[in-house]
Nanobody, 124 residues
Framework: QVQLAESGGGLVQAGGSLRLSCSAS????????MGWFRQAPGKEREFVST????????FYADSVKGRFTISMDNAINTVYLQMNSLKPEDTAIYYC?????????????????WGQGTQVTVSS
C-alpha cells in the first residue's frame, strides 16, 4: 500500500519561499511519476508540477514555471517542491500524488495515490 505524507506548509508573506516535502512508502517507486497538485477554496484541484522518479523529466504549470522547482531524493523516497517568489494566489492546500505508470500527466485522474495535503497560505 502506497502511503504519501506531505509536510512543510505554512504561512508566508508574498515574495517569500517554502519547501514542501512528500515522503513516499510502501512500494518500489522507480517506475513512478510523482506530482504536486493544489486546491484553493472554492476552486477545483489543479496541476502544479510532475516529475519522473529520477528527476530527469519535469513539467510545470505555466502559473508556477520559473518560481517552483520539483526535485527527488531517491535515497529517502522523498519528493520536494521548492516554492519561491510566492504570491497570494498560490494559497491552497497542496497535495502530493503518485502515478505507478509514470505517465507525467497533468490531470489528477492519472494519479492513484494521494497524500492528505498541506496548507500553504501567502499573505499580501
Amino acid at each position: 500500500q502506497v502511503q504519501l505524507a506531505e509536510s512543510g506548509g505554512g504561512l508566508v508573506q508574498a515574495g517569500g519561499s517554502l519547501r514542501l516535502s512528500c515522503s513516499a512508502s510502501g512500494r518500489t517507486f522507480s517506475s513512478y511519476a510523482m506530482g504536486w497538485f493544489r486546491q484553493a477554496p472554492g476552486k477545483e484541484r489543479e496541476f502544479v508540477s510532475t516529475s519522473n522518479w529520477s528527476g530527469s523529466r519535469t513539467f510545470y504549470a505555466d502559473s508556477v514555471k520559473g518560481r517552483f522547482t520539483i526535485s527527488m531524493d531517491n535515497a529517502i523516497n522523498t519528493v520536494y517542491l521548492q516554492m519561491n517568489s510566492l504570491k497570494p494566489e498560490d494559497t491552497a492546500i497542496y497535495y502530493c500524488a503518485a502515478d505507478p505508470l509514470g505517465r507525467l500527466g497533468r490531470r489528477d485522474i492519472y494519479y492513484n495515490n494521494w497524500g492528505q495535503g498541506t496548507q500553504v497560505t501567502v499573505s499580501s
